[in-house]
């Protein structure tokens, strides 16, 4: 008995595919559509390239967000000696270059890409809406990491507070640039107009401002609602408590837990937008 190669089968189904796609062409059947982009290659692919693009355009705001935090707590040097304040002025001016770039640019991003047509680009290509939104989203949290170590590390130097528990930084900064960067997208994606987008973004960073940075506790009692519904504190109270001589963990991952929760609904608010926004 003789054995075929295995080449030799390979050969033959491709010619008996070719053939019968062929014939289904000349009946005028259409040919089957490739399988659709799954959502971490998409995702992925989304990602490098907004960074990339992030990384040539956006660094001289970069500076301008870090130079405005550390110029914040060169100010508040003298109001505020050290103790709990401190360590509020400090977390809360981290956080507020994760909120310039994330929320506020992300915000004019999108809303740019809305009226002048982008999003058509985006819904030509065969991926998933999430990973669109996921993608710039985290390109743009990416991009503050510098910026908000400096910030951090500078204000720890500056109010004389302990670095050891800075590591924490590396759940604070994808935490809350996930809140703030879908809070961010889905303004940008339902703002009716740029000028909107811009405008909303600017007043979501101002928000991030004054009641993140300024302690809590010198805020008016209705502010302080505000200041629960804004995505941004959660990441500040868990940063502000890192820098207590013996922090208070359970607390810290209870902030963190929170922080993640209202990540994952402002990107899926982020995500629907985005799906409403590519139809019309």
Known sequence: MSIVP???VAGKSRTVTDTRAASDAADGAPAPLAPRARLLPSMAAVYRAQLSRARVARIPLLFVATFQSVGIMI???GVVDGGAEARAVVAGSSVLVVAFVALNLLAQYFGQLRATGGLD?????????????LGAAGAYASFTVPGT?????TGSLLFDLPLTHLWVLVAVIPLAGAALAGLGAALGLLAPRQELATLL???????ALLLGVLPADRLPGPITYARDLLPSTYGVEALARSFDRHPDWPAVALDLAVCAAVGVVSLAVATWAYRRAAVR
């Open 149 to 153: 170590a400096v910030t951090a590390v």
């Open 75 to 77: 100010l508040m040097r």
């Open 121 to 133: 680009h985006y819904a030509t290509l065969p991926v998933p809406p999430a990973a669109v939104v």
């Open 6 to 8: 295995a080449e030799a």
């Open 201 to 207: 973004g600017q007043l979501g960073m101002s928000a």
